[in-house]
């Protein structure tokens, strides 16, 4: 239901993309977002973006103007455009999806309570 893609291993200060390509009921019905977890840490919330309203984002505090969550509706697939990456955003990323939007990042564990999860992508950035 949701297929992540784009990982890869970059330098600091480098650029990836990540993609996840999701059903059509799911796109069109669901507030879709993007994770992280990396070794040690629980899985924090990274962005997330609304199915409705234009589009309404939420970001981390420690990715804002560095990464850009969007939508591409003719391809059913949410983007994350992740621009100068730092070290500490290694990590596997998943992408999800629910009907809850917050402007809180400690809300989102009610997230992992969700149906829609898709498999991870691991991002390596090295120093």
């Known amino acids: 239901q949701l297929q992540a893609s784009g990982g890869g291993l970059v330098q600091t200060g480098g650029s990836l993309r990540l993609s996840c390509a999701a059903d059509?009921?799911?796109?069109?019905?669901?507030?879709m977002g993007w994770f992280r977890q990396s070794a040690g840490k629980n899985r924090e919330v990274v962005a997330v973006?609304?199915?409705?309203?234009?589009?309404?984002?939420y970001y981390t505090d420690s990715v804002k103007g560095r990464f850009t969550i969007s939508r591409d509706t003719a391809k059913n697939t949410v983007h994350l455009q992740m621009n100068d990456l730092k070290p500490e955003d290694t990590a596997v990323y998943y992408c999800?999806?629910?009907?809850?939007?917050?402007?809180?990042?400690?809300?989102?564990?009610?997230?992992?309570?969700?149906?829609?999860w898709g498999q991870g992508t691991q991002v390596t950035v090295s120093s």
């Open positions: 973006i609304t199915w409705s309203g234009g589009g309404i984002t």
């Open positions: 059509t009921q799911i796109f069109s019905n669901y507030h």
């Open positions: 999800a999806a629910d009907l809850a939007f917050y402007t809180r990042p400690d809300l989102y564990s009610s997230w992992y309570k969700s149906d829609f």
